[in-house]
């Protein structure tokens, strides 16, 4: 992973140090709220309903050994001993003192990390596919030009105030693991085996209150051009986006506005300026960032047989199915570690748990993990021959919960429980629906199906591209929530389809048990929940949402 240098390390030492002043001069009463407010959510830091919370960036989600370790001691002692993943590779930590955020900040420098760009107006996280330099369908590991974004954008000075975030994905895969249809600007490597290697440039994208898939604003852009294209992207944005309005502020309002034709010529036009300029990138910048992730030193192994230790413990075999991935190099696999378990807050992870990943990759995966979308973690380069040795150490720790892929395999915002902007809890429906499907009998039987839950139209949960989305809403003071099905992430990402009013909190566990209900009766052989809803419609599964229906189903999984 990439290591920063002396000039990476002084940046965040001093904006760490600047931080330190403010905060200082914001206690003495110098700076007032208002005035205090922008600076802190450039350095990650919000005021939530309970208490203060930090969002420390782990850039296109690759975090080492040490660094974990370094999360779990400051959960310790500046938290409640626990943080979250979000959905774009960042830990939040949500029982802060405003007052210790400096202390922190110097030790997340001490490991190489930071909030910097976590919040506020300005280019967020950049976010990538977490299989990056090992999945079999890759073309281009993304994760040098993801480093070169991430540099480009850090503090740059003519975007620190945008009318809203922008939010970048890249992927150098067939399958597209990074959600790039919905982000404000996403990178997609295009097709074939070009040389120099080219990439079509999505604009456009986003969830929240308006959920809009982005459009392909320039096919096989070359990517010595891509820094260059992306300031043009967001000059324009800088120049046109609305400042007058926080909800028509994004980047895929102002491209709706102007109409795709007119967006384009207006970049091309600043890209004239920009075009085979300094941001050009050199092949010698490239492959000095690339350097830094090389593959690391594999073993020659032949592809191992785990099959006998899944016949002895089919526990390990249903583990194998469900969290082991296919890796580029023979004898190595990818191993999902899941923070689904039973009871948990989706994508919480505990002190004691950020330890044992840590211990887990410098065991099984040269010290190094990385987070996924999905709000699990990976260890990308385990020896095949060493998965089930692998699966008895994380069960320990609850990381080994089957599930990947599967029903209780929810990505959940925190929701209500913490956040000002919810207009309901989301965790307290993820446990019931959790309880309700635990017999991983039922689980296998049913298949791949994503569910994804969000407690307002901010859309944090992504609850728009799940194949199930829940989404709450404030009912005259009660939680109430709508139902969408048929969204999905992938290449062909799309956003799902609403069946019918919005359902008590009390009701949602019996609409979902009712929904599969449904399937599990329309189904033919093979057929996954998307594909039978894609053959049905959504008539079949809206009387799910009566009450009198929803009861009648609601033992139906037991």
């Not at 992207?233 to 980047?251: M, W």
């Not at 020659?300 to 785990?306: D, F, G, I, N, R």
């Not at 989404?471 to 109430?480: A, I, K």
């Not at 594909?531 to 008539?539: D, K, P, V």
């Amino acid at each position: 992973m990439y290591r920063y240098n002396p000039d990476d390390l002084a940046l965040i030492r001093e904006r760490a140090a600047q931080f330190r002043a403010q905060v200082g001069r914001w206690r003495s009463g110098v700076l007032r709220d208002d005035e205090f407010r922008p600076l802190r959510l450039q350095n990650g830091l919000y005021v939530q309903r309970h208490a203060p919370m930090l969002r420390v960036a782990v850039p296109y989600g690759m975090i080492s050994s040490a660094q974990l370790r370094r999360l779990a001691s400051i959960s310790r002692r500046y938290d409640r001993g626990y943080g979250h993943f979000t959905t774009r590779h960042n830990l939040q930590l949500n029982w802060v003192r405003i007052e210790d955020v400096p202390d922190i900040l110097d030790e997340l420098s001490e490991v190489e990390m930071h909030a910097i760009q976590t919040s506020g107006n300005c280019i967020r996280n950049v976010t990538t596919d977490p299989l990056a330099g090992i999945a079999p369908d890759e073309a281009l590991d993304p994760r040098p030009l993801a480093e070169i974004l991430r540099q480009w954008s850090t503090l740059h000075p003519e975007f620190a105030f945008l009318p809203r975030k922008v939010k970048i994905a890249i992927s150098g895969s067939v399958e597209d693991r990074t959600l790039a249809w919905y982000h404000d600007i996403g990178l997609r490597l295009d097709s074939g085996d070009k040389e120099p290697p080219t990439f079509s440039v999505l604009v456009g994208g986003g969830l929240g209150r308006t959920p809009l898939r982005a459009q392909i604003i320039r096919r096989h852009l070359p990517w010595r051009h891509i820094l260059s294209y992306l300031e043009a992207i967001v000059r324009v944005f800088n120049l046109h986006g609305r400042r007058d309005n926080l909800y028509k502020a994004r980047l895929k309002i102002l491209v709706q506005r102007l109409g795709l034709a007119e967006f384009s010529r207006q970049v091309d036009a600043e890209w004239a300026h920009l075009k085979d300029g300094p941001a050009t990138l050199t092949e010698e910048r490239y492959q000095r960032i690339a350097a830094h992730f090389h593959p690391p030193v594999y073993r020659t192994l032949a592809p191992q047989a785990v099959q006998p230790a899944a016949q002895t413990h089919p526990d390990f075999a249903r583990w194998l199915a469900r969290s082991v991935h296919a890796h580029k190099v023979p004898g190595y696999a990818a191993v999902t570690l899941s923070l689904k378990a039973p009871g948990q807050a989706p994508g919480d992870i505990t002190a004691a748990q950020m330890e044992s990943v840590a211990a887990l990759a410098d065991a099984f995966s040269f010290g190094e993990a990385r987070i996924a979308h999905e709000q699990n973690l990976v260890l990308a380069d385990v020896e095949q021959g060493r998965l089930f040795e692998l699966w008895q150490a994380a069960q320990k720790d609850a990381l080994a919960t089957p599930s990947v892929g599967l029903l209780t395999d929810m990505i959940c915002c925190p929701g209500g429980d913490f956040c000002d902007l919810a207009n309901a809890r989301s965790t307290a429906i993820a446990h019931a629906i959790q309880t309700r499907f635990a017999d991983l009998d039922t689980l296998f039987d049913l298949g791949e199906i994503s569910l994804n839950i969000s407690g307002c139209v901010n859309a944090c949960g992504h609850h728009h591209v799940g194949n199930i989305g829940i989404l709450g809403v404030d009912r005259q003071g009660e939680e109430f929530y709508q139902i969408t099905l048929g969204g999905r992430q992938g290449s062909a990402a799309r956003v799902g389809k609403v069946i019918g009013p919005a359902v008590p909190a009390a009701r949602v566990a019996d609409v979902v048990s009712g929904i599969i209900a449904v399937y599990r009766r329309e189904r033919r052989p093979q057929e996954s929940f998307l594909q039978t809803f894609e053959r049905i419609g959504s008539a079949p599964f809206k009387p799910c949402l009566r009450a009198d229906d929803a009861k009648q189903h609601a033992g139906a999984v037991a």
